[in-house]
């Protein structure tokens, strides 16, 4: 048996059915990414807040969608990528701009195309930006507390990104269609 259940909400820990109740009203089921997760309810419940203030915040979902797929891509998540591969394509996102992030790319698209350099820059610097990276956003017409808001989204779909990394979940045949495999090191 894996370390790492595929939880459903009678077989999650106590502490965190509540989370699998709720992700299972916003997305009519529960991603095998959440059911791995509430293993910890630590992890699911930490996960849940942060996600519902990301989704909260002046950021559009198609921002938001742009930064997590660029995220799963830049950490060489297949879960993740998959999953938000749909719901940027849901969201609005152009195909040609999804496309583009899952290859490593940058969008066309000049707005989403300063989220994702400056989502990917802050993974592959590990936080420690240089001011030509920061400048470039700001001067892309955004302000300095969306650059914060990024380092939220980051800090947020780190939680999936690792746990799938770890966890290894299933991909859903909903999502079989969006899978992607990272590149061979």
Known sequence: MSSYPVHTIESAP??????????????????????KMATSPLLINGFIGLFE???GSDLTEPQIQTLLLTNA???????PAAFHSMLA???????A?????????????AGLAAFSALARALIEK?????EADQRRFLEAGFSAEQLLDVI?????????????SV???????????????????
């Open 126 to 130: 590990r936080g420690r930006l240089a």
């Open 152 to 164: 939220a989204v980051v800090a947020a779909s780190t939680i999936t990104n690792y746990t799938s």
């Open 53 to 55: 203030r990301v989704h």
């Open 167 to 185: 966890t290894r979940p299933p991909l859903e045949a909903q999502f079989e269609e969006f899978a992607w495999h990272a590149p061979a090191h």
């Open 97 to 109: 701009d999804v496309d583009a992030i899952r290859r490593g790319a940058l969008p066309a698209d």
């Open 73 to 79: 891509v830049t950490n060489a998540s297949e879960w």
């Open 14 to 35: 106590a502490q965190s059915k509540p989370v699998l109740e709720k992700v299972q009203q916003t997305f009519g089921q529960i991603p095998n990414i959440a059911a």
């Open 89 to 95: 394509l849901k969201e609005g996102v152009h195909p």
